[in-house]
T-cell receptor
Framework: AQKITQTQPGMFVQEKEAVTLDCTYD???????LFWYKQPSSGEMIFLIY??????QNATEGRYSLNFQKARKSANLVISASQLGDSAMYFC??????????FGAGTRLTVKP | NAGVTQTPKFQVLKTGQSMTLQCAQD?????MSWYRQDPGMGLRLIHY???????DQGEVPNGYNVSRSTTEDFPLRLLSAAPSQTSVYFC???????????FGPGTRLTVT
């Protein structure tokens, strides 16, 4: 069963604007973690941000923030002040109590100058 | 620290051949895993290990074997390569079963 859903195959954003990448998840485990990774064209997987299911506040890391809405099972990534170097694939992932991490299909973000 | 290393970076196999993809980490991480990434798709879990001597299957384990004799190494064996196994393979590790995973650079495998 699909546990992580990213409904936006591709997104465009103007340089210096903010963009939101959507992610919804499905789990019955009360303890889980949500992650976002960036994959540039060079292929490596770069960790961006983490949100634990018991965290009360939304996670932030520099220009990245995670809009965590637990009741809606949503974990959207917000990138503020987009830069050309932000153009990449972005993957949402979830880790339940057993430890294995499952990924969504990804969103390709293109930042326009 | 070298982090997570994978060898080889590229490999071409013929159908029916076998090979082992190597993965090693020097961070003393207990948890290690293997993923495959097909074009335009996310990563799918093949096998994982929560510690030396312990392995388990992920979403797409058929055609692959793993073993974990040491904390550092987690090789992935392709028993009889098929064109459907053409993919990019990533190894990852983490300290425990929570928290982010650290990924290796990937191995691009082509089976003809």
């Amino acid at each position: 069963a699909q546990k992580i859903t990213q409904t936006q195959p591709g997104m465009f954003v103007q340089e210096k604007e903010a963009v939101t990448l959507d992610c919804t998840y499905d789990t019955s485990d009360p303890s889980y973690g949500l992650f976002w990774y960036k994959q540039p064209s060079s292929g490596e997987m770069i960790f961006l941000i983490y949100q634990g299911s018991y965290d009360q506040q939304n996670a932030t890391e520099g220009r990245y923030s995670l809009n965590f809405q637990k009741a809606r099972k949503s974990a959207n990534l917000v990138i503020s002040a987009s830069q050309l170097g932000d153009s990449a694939m972005y993957f949402c992932a979830m880790r339940e109590g057993g430890g294995d991490m499952r990924f969504g299909a990804g969103t390709r973000l293109t930042v326009k100058p | 620290n070298a982090g997570v290393t994978q060898t080889p970076k590229f490999q071409v196999l013929k159908t029916g051949q076998s090979m082992t993809l190597q993965c090693a980490q020097d961070m003393n991480h207990e948890y290690m895993s293997w993923y495959r990434q097909d074009p335009g798709m996310g990563l799918r879990l093949i096998h994982y290990s929560v510690g030396a001597g312990i392995t388990d299957q992920g979403e797409v384990p058929n055609g692959y074997n793993v073993s974990r004799s040491t904390t550092e190494d987690f090789p992935l064996r392709l028993l009889s390569a098929a064109p459907s196994q053409t993919s990019v393979y990533f190894c990852a590790s983490s300290y425990g079963v929570t928290g982010e995973q650290y990924f290796g650079p990937g191995t691009r495998l082509t089976v003809t």
